[in-house]
């Protein structure tokens, strides 16, 4: 039989999803991540972008701002900042998010720009 | 002796006042649903960023340059304590029970000599502390004019608290609210935000050895490294409690103002009970002495 990925993907206001699925891409701060089921325990950062769930053929995407992939041989739980159905984002929402982004990203150095930049890139991709 | 019109009067504004108290404990019912639900969902997320914390933690103690979110900056001199409170009134004793116990803590830091400083969340929590503390009130935020309670508030909250701390305004941050136990019962209690570190050891101490997964002698890879994946984390986590103790107090003020309300329900009720007897009894007494009057003025013929 073939091995399932427990996948919960939860938010601080809800959980979005909890169940198993074959396999889930995750935007890595570093780089994509795609974790399969008996992935070795990790743990990531993770930056604005989609998470791809593949379930029986089928893909679910869901938006995802800032948090952490935790992998354990439990499974996989991603704690995100901010997490929705990609199909529910706002276009308008996501523009006013870019503006207010952009606006930080001009009084920020070091770091903090880089993961602002990150977070900048990521929201631009949505509306792409 | 109160006239026939005056009991009418008294009847008719208590039997609005009971109205009004009746619709507010439905209102309060219906919206304590509503915060239980979003207590509850939230759970999830704060149990794991707590059971991601200790497993951090753990592999971090011992090492020199672990964030000062985690263990603190070695003092203990300036306490901050962010009191969490509601907005509105008329919910019995819950604002009270959480100035009461900020109130204690006050009295406890300061006769240790520590300086305090007040971070207040809601009006009710500042109109009681700012009277008496108003020299120790550093920051007051109200929430009045959010309809919903969103993660966005608690993160503004929680970088305003990091901030204040990088600063070096204050070296220990105490959280006060009103834990949820259920309708009657909400616990005011104080909760150690900053260092971390702290109120793991307080709490999660017997439970440690068997929080942390299972991972059948694997080792864990972290991306970025350890000390970059905490100091994302920490400030969130700050943000998690923060959002979680606004959830725990507005169930917890519903709750409570339920209750509060029932009974001013059931008061009005009982002081309608109270004042129609005695209007009926003076109606009585008047007609009984009409009669009187009229009995004797036909027998005098």
Same mark, same amino acid.
Do not use: H, Q
């Given at each position: 039989m073939a091995d399932k990925l427990h996948f919960s993907l939860v938010s601080p206001e809800a959980e979005l999803f909890a169940g198993d699925v074959d396999q889930v891409d995750v935007p890595g701060s570093e780089g994509d991540l795609g974790i399969y089921p008996n992935h070795s325990p990790l743990m990531a950062a993770i930056r604005t972008g989609a998470i791809t769930v593949y379930n029986d053929g089928v893909e679910t995407k869901y938006f995802v701002q800032g948090g952490f992939a935790d992998v354990t041989p439990a499974g996989l739980t991603v704690l995100a900042e901010k997490a929705s159905l990609l199909s529910d984002v706002d276009g308008e929402a996501v523009k006013a998010d870019i503006d207010a982004a952009t606006k930080a990203l001009a009084d920020m150095e070091g770091e903090a720009a880089l993961a602002m930049q990150q977070n900048l890139d990521g929201l631009k991709a949505l509306l792409a | 002796m109160a006239s026939l019109k005056d009991l009418q009067n008294r009847i008719k504004s208590v039997k609005n006042t009971q109205k009004i108290t009746k619709a507010m404990q439905m209102v309060a019912a219906a919206k304590l649903r509503k915060a239980q639900d979003a207590a509850e969902k939230s759970r999830p997320y704060s149990e794991r960023i707590g059971n991601v914390i200790s497993n951090l933690a753990a592999s971090m103690?011992?090492?020199? @340059?672990?964030p000062e979110l985690l263990?603190?900056?070695? &003092?203990?001199?300036t306490v901050l304590l962010v009191i969490a409170t509601a907005d509105?009134?008329?919910?019995?004793g819950f604002n009270t029970n959480i100035v009461r116990k900020a109130r204690e803590e006050i009295v406890a830091l300061e006769q240790a000599g520590k300086t305090v400083k007040l971070f207040l969340i809601g009006k009710k929590g500042y109109d009681q502390l700012n009277r008496l503390y108003d020299d120790r009130v550093v920051e007051y935020i109200s929430l &009045? /004019? /959010?309809r919903k309670l969103h993660a966005g508030i608690a993160q503004r909250i929680g970088e305003q608290i990091t901030g204040m701390f990088e600063r070096g305004e204050f070296d220990i941050c105490k959280l006060v609210f009103a834990e949820f136990q259920n309708v009657m019962t909400q616990n005011a209690v104080a909760k150690t935000l900053i260092p971390a570190i702290a109120d793991l050891t307080e709490d999660a101490a017997p439970e440690a050895e068997t929080a942390?997964? @299972?991972?059948?002698?694997a080792i864990y890879t972290y991306e970025p490294d350890e000390a970059g994946i905490l100091r994302v984390l920490l400030p969130r986590n700050i943000n998690t409690q923060i959002f979680t103790a606004l959830l725990e107090n507005s169930a917890g003020e519903m709750g409570s103002k339920m209750t509060a309300m029932d009974n001013a329900t059931r008061n009005a009720g009982d002081m309608i009970d109270k004042l129609t007897l005695t209007f009926n009894r003076t109606r009585q007494a008047q007609i009984t002495s009409e009669l009187i009057e009229i009995i004797s003025g036909a027998e005098a013929l």
């Open positions: - | 103690t011992g090492a020199g @340059d672990a263990v603190g900056n070695g &003092k203990s001199d509105r009134g008329l919910c019995g &009045k /004019e /959010e942390g997964p @299972d991972l059948d002698g």
